[in-house]
Nanobody, 123 residues
Framework: VQLVESGGGLVQAGGSLRLSCAAS????????MGWFRQAPGKEREFVAA???????YHRDSVKGRFTISRDNTKNTVDLQMNSLKPEDTAVYYC??????????????????WGLGTLVTVSS
């Protein structure tokens, strides 16, 4: 299984970025997919997740600003990030798991991870 993130970069507060994760080596349409982030000196935290049939979940602090989506024809999962804030600065990781877990917000519930892409939001 390989997950490759792209789309990170430097953006000013209030700006937007779109992250993408390309997946291979798995039956993508059957996988739960997620995004986590880790800021310097902090633990990895849940950002958003999407079930195989596209029901979505977002952490409270990003609701209304971030949107997770998937394209089962391209084996990709995206994270559209709008109205970015300096506190969104982190390395963003794509995650995948064969089965949906009720504890989807825990990093231990996910089997596969990408290497991450850095998002820096300047004030």
């Amino acid at each position: 299984v390989q997950l490759v993130e792209s789309g990170g970069g430097l953006v000013q507060a209030g700006g937007s970025l779109r992250l993408s994760c390309a997946a291979s080596g798995l039956t993508f349409s059957s996988e739960a997919m997620g995004w986590f982030r880790q800021a310097p000196g902090k633990e990895r935290e849940f950002v958003a997740a999407i079930r195989p049939y596209s029901r979505t979940y977002h952490r409270d602090s990003v609701k209304g600003r971030f949107t997770i989506s998937r394209d089962n024809t391209k084996n990709t999962v995206d994270l559209q990030m709008n109205s970015l804030k300096p506190e969104d600065t982190a390395v963003y990781y794509c995650a995948a798991n064969r089965y949906w877990s009720v504890t989807y917000y825990r990093s231990g519930s996910w089997s596969y991870w990408g290497l991450g892409t850095l998002v820096t939001v300047s004030s």
